[in-house]
């Protein structure tokens, strides 16, 4: 339903409304991931677009509203948070999915000019009206099944003007959607084939994270930190290069193979250390041991047909994690936090509690 800015909203003979909490929480972690306060039979009053009050039916007050739903027999909770996403780009990679049936790893697939490169040739022949439009069907039907907050990387332009590009759609998606949208830079997503390991890192430093920050085109600094893409030294080199020009670090870390990702996440305090898959005992204790958020996207292990993080096990050793979707055209086709709470459960041991609070609340953070 679309509710006029300066409107008013009644939802009103609420089941239940989920995530009710007095005090804004902290990142949840270990037994509080379990915790879900809930208030039966209520109502919420919105107003100008903000929650203006909440209580059970019976305090209702006498308003003049504008709009008015009946969530009779539902539960209303908060809207997911997507934290990690690559929504932009020009055409999915279904062709690939043959080839991961044939048994060809990820790995596999990037050597021979497909994943991000492929993405990346497509990206640069494509309109930056028409990558918006295509973007903007996308959001929507992220919104359509539950998601009202997300961040969306760039990584599919691999030079400068096509990561620019990415980042000017990513803010008039911004700009023109009722979704709360985050921008990271994530122009280490993988090295072009038509530039060195070392130019290409140069053009990087020198050129792209210099004119993002002039422009004021993200908030966040991404890397790839994995065997076969960036090393720890040179991300650690691209992030500290970010994250003098004001952007926050996150790392995809660990996703297929151990290599230092989690604790070079931890030496530089990013905000995040995603993906998580190739993941032991020691990582576990230095996470737990820091303020770095391990987010899990088992959208990926499952298209991958890769193993799951972990999550039960971080859970009982006192971490906290978020959930996000991954959605990219290739390694995980979809923006259904639905499907990723399912996920968390059925491959990873989360509980529903604990899944619905790690894709809000936690996501959140």
């Known amino acids: 339903m679309a509710l006029k800015a300066n409107g008013s909203l009644l939802i009103k003979n609420c089941k239940g409304i989920l995530q009710i909490r007095e005090v804004y929480p902290t990142f949840l972690k270990g037994i509080d991931l379990s915790v879900l306060p809930s208030l039966e039979n209520g109502y919420i009053l919105i107003k100008n677009g903000l929650v203006d009050s909440f209580g059970v039916m019976s305090d209702l007050p006498e308003v003049k509203i504008d709009e008015e739903i009946d969530a009779t027999d ?20 279904e062709s690939e999915f043959v080839d991961k049936i044939k048994g060809l790893s990820y790995s596999e697939i990037a050597e021979k000019g497909g994943g991000i490169l492929n993405s990346a040739e497509k990206l640069r022949k494509t309109s930056e009206k028409e990558l ?52 990271t830079f994530l122009g280490a997503h993988a090295f072009p084939k038509s530039k060195s390991r070392e130019s290409y890192i140069r053009e990087i430093k020198e050129e792209m994270i210099p004119e993002i920050a002039r422009q004021n085109l993200a908030e966040y600094i991404d890397v790839f930190c994995e065997k076969g893409f960036f090393s720890i030294d040179e991300s650690e080199d691209i992030l500290n290069t970010g994250i003098k020009y004001g952007l926050k670090p996150k790392i995809h870390a660990n996703q297929l193979t151990n290599n230092g990702g989690v ?100 996501s959140s953070h």
């Open 74 to 93: 539902r539960y209303v909770l908060p809207a997911f948070v997507d934290s990690h996403t690559h929504l932009v780009f020009a055409t999915s990679r």
């Open 132 to 183: 918006i439009e295509s973007a903007t069907l996308r959001l929507q039907e992220a919104m359509s099944t539950g998601t009202g907050a997300v961040e969306i990387k760039s990584g599919y332009g691999l030079d400068t003007a096509s990561e620019i590009k990415m980042l000017r759609v990513i803010k008039s998606l911004s700009e023109n959607s009722p979704v709360t949208i985050k921008a």
């Open 263 to 362: 604790q070079l996440g931890v030496k530089i305090k990013a905000l995040s250390v995603d993906h998580l898959e190739s993941i032991a005992d020691q990582e576990i204790l230095e996470l737990g041991n820091s303020e770095v958020i391990p987010t899990l996207l088992p959208g990926a292990a499952f298209f991958l047909r890769m193993p799951y993080p972990p999550a039960r096990k971080m859970i009982d050793s006192g971490l906290g994690v978020a959930i996000a979707s991954d959605f990219n055209p290739g390694s995980s086709p979809t923006s259904n936090m639905q499907l990723m709470i399912s996920l968390a459960c059925i491959g990873m041991k989360m509980t529903p509690t604990e899944a619905l609070n790690a894709s809000t609340v936690n």
